[in-house]
């Protein structure tokens, strides 16, 4: 899962890409709003992290150009300010949820997990099935019979966003956009690389559909 | 007022600046337009009193018989009514309105002021001036003169009046809004070095021997509770409504627990603690309280002491007694918790505590008998 996390601090930005990555998830990073609207735009995300208190404007401004723009993932909010008044006003301008600083690593991840698989498919739980594989969403585990399969969290984050899409077709272009961060060679075989590695641990789960890209049918 | 209270804390803060920019504005024109037009109509009437007054001056002199057609002229020409009485109030000639009044009427006008508006029945209301037994009046016209008045004020003056008010009341603002400003930007400033060091701990939790693991845990934990007493302690000095929504009712009795079970085993404690006391506060205002008491009896205690502790339920609320020797502490060591003036450093911790008792006008008693330190902190008794 991509997503675009705006913080202007650097040295709490590269903490959370660091935990965020480490648990599979892809992160691109904006320092200012201006960069952050620019980057929402023009790239598909599966989630916003944003902190209000940008260097060059309020935070909000951003989830409120994302909502007119017709950008419909999930966001969250990260603030300083985390009185009734601030997480109303984070809401009325289109956040799905909101975090108050200082925060548990652990937590935002549950929240960003929570939020993802929301805008996915709200029915789905933080810990589900696909065919014989559980998924367990906020500790990025994976268990086949009741044993554990070690995943790099790059072959996490294809094996989640497959399964959290079942029975669709999902071509390469897409894996590439929400399991890869902004950095990756889009003419790479990467893709196929990857989906041969999860194979050999997960069995013949993902379906080649030639031409069109991969799925996992239930 | 408790109403009013209620209503405005559920107003947003741009609802509630708006409508104090309104209200000041608003009550700023009222004002504004209301001497206004007081001052016109004061000086519309010092306008037509002195008019009089020379009117009445020409008049006198034309008061005279050989002068009577040059009189009637005159009287017609601005629109005048003329009385002339004697002595004994008896009339001595007539003229406008004066003709049809009967003679109680016209007795009553003798006795007018100076210069008086008065309502003659059937007629209206005139404006007379007397003196030297001769009356003259005219029909009042301030209501005339005001009309015109008040459209040039509504158009004019009004809009100006309007535009400064707003000024004045965005500054009135602006200089309400400075302290939670202020606060925000002490709680962001606070908050994001404390973000940094939690998020860093966090990453370096995995790579320490499993010894400083529950350390580092520790530490952090204690971190992110920080980041809320931000707010709280922000809250209480800025004596900000919008910051005071973290108030509940919470159970005075665990939340103490809590805390003793925490202190190391290496001294005594002898607690007796009522149980399920429910009070309403802002939590971590009264982790504050318990955790600066509790360390610094701790800190401050002798080598095999003990502490006294004792929460009892009263009246008004609660009541937290507590007791400890203290070998080598300062003489003036609560002084900053009883007395403003006394500013001795011990520790932000016992200020605070301070700080919070006198803003929510909890009861502070300190004693030191023999070296033993008693505190007690008692809720208000008009809760």
Same mark, same amino acid.
């Given at each position: 899962?991509?997503?675009?996390?705006?913080?202007?601090?650097?040295?709490?930005?590269?903490?959370?890409?660091?935990?965020?990555?480490? *648990?599979?998830?892809?992160?691109?990073?904006?320092?200012?709003? *201006?960069?952050?609207?620019? +980057?929402?735009?023009?790239?598909?995300?599966?989630?916003?992290?944003?902190?209000?208190?940008?260097?060059?404007?309020?935070?909000?401004?951003?989830?409120?150009?994302?909502?007119?723009?017709?950008?419909?993932?999930?966001?969250?909010?990260?603030?300083?300010?985390?009185?009734?008044?601030?997480?109303?006003?984070?809401?009325?301008?289109?956040?799905?949820?909101?975090?108050?600083?200082?925060?548990?690593?652990?937590?935002?991840?549950?929240?960003? +997990?929570?939020?993802?698989?929301?805008?996915?498919?709200? &029915?789905?739980?933080?810990?589900?099935?696909?065919?014989?594989?559980?998924?367990? &969403?906020?500790?990025?585990?994976?268990?086949?019979?009741?044993?554990?399969?070690?995943?790099?969290?790059?072959?996490?984050?294809?094996?989640?966003?497959?399964?959290?899409?079942?029975?669709?077709?999902?071509?390469?272009?897409?894996?590439? &956009?929400?399991?890869?961060?902004?950095?990756?060679?889009?003419?790479?075989?990467?893709?196929?690389?990857?989906?041969?590695?999860?194979?050999?641990?997960?069995?013949?789960?993902? +379906?080649?559909?030639?031409? *069109?890209?991969?799925?996992?049918?239930? | 007022?408790?109403?009013?209270?209620?209503?405005?804390?559920?107003?947003?803060?741009?609802?509630?600046?708006?409508?104090?920019?309104?209200?000041?504005?608003?009550?700023?024109?009222?004002?504004?337009?209301?001497?206004?037009?007081?001052?016109?109509?004061?000086?519309?009437?010092?306008?037509?009193?002195?008019?009089?007054?020379?009117?009445?001056?020409?008049?006198?002199?034309?008061?005279?018989?050989?002068?009577?057609? @040059?009189?009637?002229?005159?009287?017609?020409?601005?629109?005048?009514?003329?009385?002339?009485?004697? @002595?004994?109030?008896?009339?001595?000639?007539?003229?406008?309105?004066?003709?049809?009044?009967?003679?109680?009427?016209?007795?009553?006008?003798?006795?007018?002021?100076?210069?008086?508006?008065? /309502?003659?029945?059937?007629?209206? @209301?005139?404006? /007379?001036?007397?003196?030297?037994?001769?009356?003259?009046?005219?029909?009042?016209?301030?209501?005339?003169?005001?009309?015109?008045?008040?459209?040039? !004020?509504?158009?004019?003056?009004?809009?100006?009046?309007?535009?400064?008010?707003?000024?004045?009341?965005?500054?009135? $603002?602006?200089?309400?809004?400075?302290?939670? /400003?202020? $606060?925000?930007?002490?709680?962001?400033?606070?908050?994001?070095?404390?973000?940094?060091?939690?998020? !860093?701990?966090?990453?370096?939790?995995?790579?320490?021997?499993?010894?400083?693991?529950?350390?580092?845990?520790?530490?952090?934990?204690?971190?992110?509770?920080?980041?809320?007493?931000?707010?709280?302690?922000?809250?209480?000095?800025?004596?900000?409504?919008?910051?005071?929504?973290?108030?509940?009712?919470?159970?005075?009795?665990?939340?103490?627990?809590?805390?003793?079970?925490?202190?190391?085993?290496?001294?005594?404690?002898?607690?007796?603690?009522?149980?399920?006391?429910?009070?309403?506060?802002?939590?971590?205002?009264?982790?504050?309280?318990?955790?600066?008491?509790?360390?610094?009896?701790?800190?401050?205690?002798?080598?095999?002491?003990?502490?006294?502790?004792?929460?009892?339920?009263?009246?008004?609320?609660?009541?937290?007694?507590?007791?400890?020797?203290?070998?080598?502490?300062?003489?003036?060591?609560?002084?900053?918790?009883?007395? @403003?003036?006394?500013?001795?450093?011990?520790?932000?911790? /016992? !200020?605070?505590?301070?700080?919070?008792?006198?803003?929510?006008?909890?009861?502070?008693?300190?004693?030191?008998?023999?070296?033993?330190?008693?505190?007690?902190? $008692?809720?208000?008794?008009?809760?």
């Amino acid at each position: 899962m991509r997503i675009l996390l705006v913080e202007d601090d650097e040295i709490i930005s590269e903490n959370i890409k660091a935990f965020l990555s480490s *648990k599979g998830l892809s992160i691109d990073q904006a320092f200012d709003k *201006k960069s952050g609207i620019d +980057k929402c735009f023009s790239e598909d995300y599966d989630l916003l992290i944003i902190d209000r208190g940008l260097p060059d404007g309020e935070g909000l401004d951003i989830v409120s150009e994302a909502r007119k723009e017709s950008i419909n993932c999930p966001i969250l909010v990260l603030t300083a300010r985390n009185q009734d008044q601030d997480i109303i006003e984070g809401f009325d301008h289109g956040a799905d949820d909101y975090l108050s600083k200082p925060f548990d690593l652990h937590v935002l991840l549950a929240r960003v +997990k929570s939020l993802i698989r929301r805008g996915v498919n709200p &029915t789905i739980k933080a810990v589900f099935k696909v065919n014989d594989i559980t998924i367990n &969403t906020n500790l990025s585990q994976v268990i086949r019979n009741g044993n554990e399969v070690k995943l790099s969290p790059r072959e996490y984050a294809i094996f989640e966003y497959l399964a959290l899409h079942p029975n669709k077709v999902i071509d390469r272009t897409t894996l590439l &956009t929400h399991a890869w961060d902004e950095n990756v060679d889009l003419f790479s075989n990467t893709v196929d690389v990857h989906i041969n590695y999860l194979r050999k641990k997960l069995g013949n789960v993902i +379906k080649t559909i030639r031409g *069109k890209g991969y799925v996992i049918t239930q | 007022m408790l109403l009013l209270n209620k209503y405005l804390s559920k107003i947003s803060l741009a609802g509630k600046l708006t409508l104090l920019v309104g209200s000041i504005s608003s009550f700023i024109t009222f004002l504004s337009f209301v001497l206004f037009i007081q001052l016109i109509f004061y000086s519309t009437e010092l306008q037509i009193k002195n008019t009089l007054s020379l009117k009445h001056q020409e008049v006198t002199d034309l008061a005279k018989p050989e002068k009577s057609s @040059e009189l009637a002229n005159y009287l017609r020409l601005n629109d005048l009514s003329l009385f002339i009485f004697d @002595e004994n109030n008896e009339v001595v000639a007539r003229y406008g309105i004066y003709r049809n009044l009967d003679s109680e009427t016209l007795k009553s006008l003798t006795k007018a002021k100076e210069y008086e508006d008065r /309502m003659i029945l059937d007629y209206g @209301e005139y404006d /007379m001036y007397t003196k030297n037994n001769i009356q003259i009046s005219s029909k009042n016209t301030i209501l005339y003169i005001l009309k015109g008045s008040l459209g040039k !004020t509504i158009i004019i003056i009004l809009p100006i009046i309007w535009f400064v008010s707003i000024a004045v009341s965005v500054f009135v $603002a602006k200089i309400f809004i400075s302290p939670i /400003m202020k $606060a925000r930007n002490i709680s962001h400033e606070l908050k994001t070095p404390l973000t940094r060091i939690v998020s !860093t701990l966090q990453l370096l939790i995995d790579d320490v021997p499993f010894n400083l693991k529950e350390k580092i845990k520790n530490s952090y934990e204690e971190l992110l509770n920080l980041g809320d007493h931000v707010d709280s302690i922000l809250s209480m000095y800025s004596a900000n409504k919008t910051y005071s929504d973290k108030i509940s009712i919470i159970n005075i009795s665990r939340e103490l627990n809590i805390f003793l079970n925490d202190i190391p085993k290496t001294i005594t404690i002898n607690a007796k603690i009522e149980k399920d006391i429910s009070y309403k506060i802002d939590k971590n205002l009264i982790h504050i309280i318990f955790r600066n008491l509790i360390s610094n009896a701790i800190k401050y205690n002798t080598k095999n002491g003990y502490i006294k502790i004792k929460l009892k339920k009263i009246k008004s609320g609660w009541e937290l007694s507590m007791e400890n020797p203290t070998g080598n502490r300062n003489e003036t060591f609560y002084s900053s918790l009883g007395n @403003e003036d006394k500013k001795e450093s011990h520790g932000l911790g /016992m !200020t605070l505590v301070k700080d919070i008792c006198h803003s929510k006008n909890f009861d502070i008693q300190i004693s030191n008998t023999n070296n033993i330190y008693k505190i007690k902190i $008692a809720t208000p008794q008009n809760k």
